[in-house]
């Protein structure tokens, strides 16, 4: 199976910051990333797939970037509705394997 | 509106079976992968098992294999995981979610989940 390591596996940040949250695969996974966000109590929310295709609704402040092994999240201008857990997965081959998360919280 | 609603889950003993299942509306879901995955209490995301639209390819992490099935019924609209001999390390919120245009692709959305709780 495909390992993804995301990190950090924490951060603290303020509103109106720019995050960026790695996540890297154990091997190549042809731009088959896709990020999901998490708020307490509620289902993951799809953001980002294809490593840089935003999903329909999803704010432009997200946006998604990298190739082969190493792709990042980033998200400009952190509005409070974004604390929130954020986990990448890959969607290139079975089993689909989710990185461990990153939490971003209010400094 | 896609409407995922989760069911079956509780609190089973270890060795016990449950079946839960996932209600869907709101979209064609004859043409749509639909997955399994769970999430342990204060845990990260697992997926757990996938079956393709029509039921021809479904796949199953190794934490499950030989124990889950999954199954769908596309003239109720319905997908359907059966839980063998379940384990402590089994207890988890339980999601369905469907995939975005083939299986191939992301989890555009998903249920709220039924929580399964293992234990004696």
């Known amino acids: ?107 | 509106q896609v409407q995922l609603v989760e069911s079956g889950g509780g609190v089973v003993q270890p060795g016990r079976s449950l079946r839960l299942s996932c209600a869907a509306s709101g979209f064609s879901f004859s043409t749509h992968g639909m997955h399994w995955v769970r999430q342990a209490p204060g845990k990260g995301l697992e997926w757990v098992a996938v079956i393709k639209n029509d039921g021809s390819f479904n796949y199953y992490s190794d934490s499950v294999k030989g124990r889950f099935t999954i199954s769908r019924d596309n003239s109720k609209n319905t997908l359907y995981l059966e839980m063998n001999s379940l384990r402590a390390g089994d207890t988890a919120i339980y999601y369905c979610a469907k995939d975005l245009r083939g299986i191939d692709s992301p989890f555009d959305s998903w249920g709220q989940g039924t929580l399964v709780v293992v234990s004696s």
């Open chain 1, 1 to 107: 199976a495909i390992r993804m390591t995301q990190s950090p596996s924490s951060l603290s940040a303020s509103t109106g910051d720019r995050v960026t949250i790695s996540c890297r695969a154990s091997e190549g996974i042809s731009g088959y990333l896709a990020w999901y966000q998490q708020k307490p109590g509620q289902a993951p929310k799809l953001l980002i797939y294809g490593a840089s295709t935003l999903q329909s609704g999803v704010p432009s402040r997200f946006s998604g970037s990298g190739s082969g092994t190493a792709y990042t999240l980033t998200i400009n201008s952190l509005q409070s509705e974004d604390f929130a857990t954020y986990y990448c997965q890959q969607h290139y081959s079975y089993p689909r394997t989710f990185g461990q998360g990153t939490k971003v919280e209010f400094k």
